[in-house]
């Protein structure tokens, strides 16, 4: 099942009926990355479903992360991206994909990005 909403649309995912998710297998999304924005929605996410989230790499580095991460599975590094298709630049910040659940604990599994691919993309950058 595949649900897409925002609250661009008068949808606020923090505050709807917990059913509106039944059918899916995970959330996923690009959340705000404001900390008071994204701190709730791991946690009203998380106790629905497995949840997907892309934002800041660093963040697991902090201090304010570290309530989350017994539940947070998985870290999928993903470098930079490019928000502005057509853009010749990059993002600033690094990302990552985090996945949490709260029936997981035991901290994160982090994947890295292939050396291959980190290869390729400093070779893109220099043309």
């Not at 309530?67 to 993903?78: A, F």
């Not at 604990?105 to 993309?121: D, Q």
Request: one cysteine or more; charged letters at 25%.
């Amino acid at each position: 099942m595949r649900f897409a909403r925002d609250l661009r649309d008068g949808f606020d995912a923090l505050t709807c009926d917990p059913n509106t998710f039944q059918g899916a297998d995970a959330v996923v999304t690009n959340p705000p990355w404001t900390r008071a924005a994204l701190h709730p929605m791991i946690e009203r996410f998380s106790d629905i479903l497995p949840t997907w989230l892309l934002f800041d790499a660093d963040w697991a580095h902090t201090k304010q992360a570290a309530p989350y991460l017994d539940y947070c599975s998985h870290i999928v590094s993903v470098g930079r991206l490019k928000w502005i298709p057509d853009t010749k630049h990059q993002a600033k910040d690094s990302c990552a994909w985090y996945r949490f659940d709260r029936r997981h604990s035991g901290g994160p599994h982090f994947i890295g990005r292939p050396s291959n691919e980190i290869a390729k993309s400093y070779v893109e950058a220099a043309q």
